[in-house]
Structure formats: C-alpha cells, structure tokens
C-alpha cells in the first residue's frame, strides 16, 4: 500500500473538536497529493474569478458615478485608475494577511505534530493507526499502513491524514497577493476602458452592457466551478452590478446637478 492509498481513500472520519484545536486546526480534506493539489487549484481559480467579479462591479460603479455627475474624460480617467489601483492594492493586502495567517496556523499544527511525534512516537502511531482504521481500513491493515507511512515519513503522514495538511503545498501568501491585484486589474480594466475609449452621449450605456456580459461570464464560471445552478449565480452577479452601477449614477447625477 502506497502512502497516497493509505491516506486518499474517502469517507475518513473528520478529527474531533478537540483535537483540532490542539492542533491549531487543519485546512483541506487530507485526501492526498494530487486531489489536495486539485482543490488547490480549483480554490485558486475561483478566487481569480471572484476577484476580477470584485474589480468589474466596483470600478463600474465609480466611473459610471462619475459619468453621472461630469462628462469630463480627464475626471473619469482619473476616478477609473484611483480606484483601480486602490481595490487592487487593497485586495492584494487583504489576502496576503488572510494567507499569511492561514500558513501561520498550518506551520503551527505541523510544529505541534513534530514535537509530540519525538516526545510520543508509540501514540502518534497508535493515533494514525485509529485515523486509518476510522477510514474503513481494518484494525490490521491500518496498524500496517502506520507503521509503513511512519517509517517513510511520519510528519507527512499525519500532516495529511491527521491535519490535512499537505507540507508542500503550503499556502503562499505573496502569490495570493499577487494573483488577487492581477484578477482586480483584469476585472477593472473593462468598465475603465469601455467608459473612456466611447463618446459621452453612449458612454454610460456602452459601459453598462459591457459589465453586464462580463458579469454574466463570470456568474457561469463561478457556477461552474461551485457546481451550482449557472441561472441563480448569473442572475444574482447581474443584479448587483446593476444595482451598483444604478445607485452610483444616480447619486453622480444628482450630484452633478447640484455642485
């Protein structure tokens, strides 16, 4: 039996609440390498797109506001890129402390396993053996599978089998970072260009059907990698953009009218 057998088989029964917090939690399934490596992947992905989503509604809703309050290209170009560049950054300092707290967390759990496996070798054995077994192993089969993926690599296998947690893929905080400001960059270029490469008298509405077919793109991606109903996700992506861009040239408008 191979480490990713022993470890990859569904249906594991989940670690109690206690000993999750005395391991400072764990992230993931454990369900091995390469499905661990999927979901990693997956995860990233839809950050991207919920990201660029982010960039798209919140850059829209300015440069319309704006639009609504001046016909100014300089003024709308120069609203366009402060936000962008504000959310980007903004985005890209949020997750870089969320990611850096979650790595934190996750080389805590593997320091804590460390120490108990030099301080208690035998019942971290006996306590992999009891993981394995709840996973539908029987009791002889899973002590054997213990006792292999100790002798191969103790830390990794309860990294994976206890904490789920795979030691190299930790998550990395800079490349949250930067994979966040690109995706807010992508998604906000849209509305910016859209809004100032047109002329005035279609500007608004040009910009508004733009975010809108962008965003519907984005709700059937994010469906589709959520594994949920493509119309509810489009819809409901749709209505906030609207609605965002509706209130923002709204009060621009009024605004305009009254400075």
């Given at each position: 039996?191979?480490?990713?057998?022993?470890?990859?088989?569904p249906g594991?029964?989940?670690p109690?609440?206690?000993?999750?917090?005395?391991?400072?939690g764990?992230s993931?399934?454990?369900?091995?390498s390469?499905?661990a490596?999927?979901?990693t992947?997956?995860?990233?992905?839809?950050?991207?797109v919920l990201?660029?989503?982010?960039g798209?509604?919140?850059?829209?809703?300015?440069?319309?506001?704006?639009?609504?309050?001046?016909?100014?290209?300089?003024?709308?170009?120069?609203a366009g890129?402060?936000?962008?560049?504000?959310g980007?950054?903004?985005?890209?300092?949020g997750?870089?402390?969320?990611?850096?707290?979650?790595?934190?967390s996750?080389?805590?759990a593997?320091?804590?396993e460390?120490?108990?496996?030099?301080?208690?070798?035998?019942?971290e054995?006996?306590?992999?053996?009891?993981?394995?077994?709840a996973?539908?192993?029987?009791?002889?089969l899973?002590?054997?599978?213990?006792?292999?993926l100790?002798?191969?690599?103790a830390?990794?296998?309860?990294?994976?089998?206890e904490?789920?947690i795979?030691?190299?893929?930790?998550?990395?905080p800079?490349?949250a970072?930067?994979a966040?400001?690109?995706?807010?960059?992508?998604?906000?270029?849209?509305?910016?260009?859209?809004?100032?490469?047109?002329?005035?008298?279609v500007?608004?509405p040009?910009?508004?059907?733009?975010?809108?077919?962008?965003?519907?793109?984005?709700?059937v991606?994010?469906?589709r990698?959520g594994?949920?109903?493509?119309?509810?996700a489009?819809?409901?992506?749709?209505a906030?953009?609207?609605?965002a861009?509706?209130?923002?040239y709204?009060?621009g408008?009024?605004?305009?009218?009254?400075?």
């Open positions: 039996m191979t480490e990713d057998d022993a470890s990859g088989e594991r029964k989940a109690t609440r206690a000993h999750l917090e005395a391991h400072g764990g993931g399934s454990g369900d091995g390469q499905s490596g999927i979901s992947r997956l995860n990233w992905l839809r950050a991207g990201g660029a989503n982010d798209i509604i919140s850059t829209a809703g300015l440069v319309v506001g704006v639009a609504g309050a001046t016909t100014s290209r300089a003024a709308i170009l120069a890129v402060a936000g962008l560049l504000a980007s950054l903004s985005m890209a300092a997750e870089y402390v969320s990611v850096s707290s979650q790595r934190d996750e080389q805590a593997l320091e804590l460390r120490r108990e496996l030099a301080e208690e070798p035998e019942a054995l006996e306590e992999l053996t009891d993981l394995l077994a996973r539908g192993l029987s009791r002889r899973a002590r054997e599978a213990a006792e292999q100790t002798e191969r690599d830390l990794r296998a309860h990294a994976r089998v904490l789920g795979n030691p190299d893929e930790l998550a990395n800079w490349h970072a930067f966040s400001f690109v995706a807010f960059t992508v998604g906000a270029l849209l509305p910016l260009l859209a809004i100032v490469l047109t002329d005035a008298s500007r608004v040009v910009t508004a059907a733009a975010v809108l077919a962008a965003l519907t793109l984005c709700g991606i994010s469906s990698l594994g949920a109903p493509a119309l509810r489009v819809l409901r992506n749709v906030g953009g609207a609605l861009m509706a209130v923002t709204a009060v408008t009024w605004l305009g009218t009254t400075a």
